[in-house]
């Protein structure tokens, strides 16, 4: 009878044992849409290396730039589908998911990144990672692209330089609006799909960072780029409730530190490439940029703002006036 119950421990132990020599590592597939050079690419190439770092052998983390593995239109769905476990895709894209955070799209509404960062991190900039909850998803933090400019294939100095115009636009009804807003036409395309429209003329022109315009090699085949500053491009670092729930605490807390580590170091590099990326543009001598004095901004201004108004009733006007007091 003892030898018995002695065969079953040690049997139980062995399995026991090979059960942890065996057991794999928890998987996190980092999905983005641009160049690894880019703040976004830095930064999800930034989060694999603190997690490796401090959870070897417990978490590996496998990351897929340049709509690798998804592009931001399909990413979400895979994501609650199980296919992929973290993502970065711009605020435009989870107007399925809620409504609010098309708030980052109102043009004109922040005047530079730092009012951008004073919201983003202001009580209501902190709710709205939450807001998103309720359709299985979980904000774990706002990343900074950088501010957007206008790309087109003629200087665009006033609103009425863009009428006729097609310009490529995320999946945002509120970029929609906004460029009808001053009578061009605005197409909703694939990030990845954008520098061959723009080469092929498919296109007139877009919107986008200087980053991404640099990375994304944007710059030769648009003459001229307008520095509006006129929107902001930022992304919402995303996982599945399912998955985040189903983590071990302290695992998910470390891969939450991480994050928030690898985070504060894509806005560095955010900050930096808006002014590196800006000059190697401008020193390639492909495209021309223009600067917009003070009397032709207030004109776009003008013409965009009542986008705000349009979109209140979505988002918010207590929000929108919370975003706009952090200019101040």
Do not use: C
């Not at 990144?113 to 009580?123: C, G, K, N, Y």
């Not at 807390?253 to 580590?261: F, G, H, I, P, Q």
């Amino acid at each position: 009878m003892r030898f018995r119950a002695l065969s079953a421990a040690i049997a139980l132990s062995a399995v026991f044992l090979a059960g942890t020599v065996d057991a794999k590592p928890i998987m996190i597939k980092f999905s983005h849409v641009v160049a690894e050079n880019t703040p976004k690419g830095q930064m999800a190439n930034k989060f694999k290396q603190l997690v490796e770092e401090r959870l070897a052998g417990k978490v590996k983390v496998e990351v897929f730039p340049s709509s690798q593995l998804f592009g931001d239109n399909k990413v979400l769905e895979a994501m609650l589908l199980g296919d992929v476990q973290m993502a970065a895709p711009s605020l435009s894209k989870f107007k399925r998911y809620t409504k609010k955070l098309q708030l980052f799209d109102l043009p004109f509404l922040f005047k530079d990144i730092a009012a951008v960062d004073r919201f983003q991190r202001s009580a209501a900039g902190q709710k709205l990672l939450d807001s998103v909850k309720k359709k299985g998803l979980v904000g774990l933090g706002y990343l900074h692209n950088g501010m957007k400019q206008l790309s087109a294939s003629k200087p665009l100095l006033v609103p009425a330089d863009a009428s006729g115009l097609k310009f490529r636009i995320m999946s945002s009804d509120v970029l929609a609006a906004q460029f009808e807003a001053i009578n061009a036409n605005p197409l909703k395309k694939p990030f990845s799909e954008v520098f061959t429209l723009l080469q092929t003329k498919a296109i007139d022109g877009q919107e986008n960072s200087w980053s991404n315009i640099y990375s994304k090699k944007f710059f030769e085949v648009q003459p001229f780029i307008t520095e509006t500053n006129h929107g902001d491009l930022d992304y919402l670092v995303v996982t599945s409730k399912s998955f985040w729930d189903g983590l071990p605490a302290d695992i998910r807390a470390t891969v939450k530190k991480s994050l928030d580590e690898a985070i504060a170091f894509g806005n560095r590099v955010a900050a930096k490439k808006a002014v590196s990326d800006r000059q190697k543009i401008i020193d390639s001598g492909r495209t021309k940029v223009l600067s917009l004095t003070a009397a032709q901004r207030a004109l776009w201004v003008a013409a965009m703002k009542p986008v705000w108004k349009k979109f209140e009733g979505q988002i918010g006007k207590d929000l929108i006036d919370a975003a706009y007091a952090s200019n101040k």
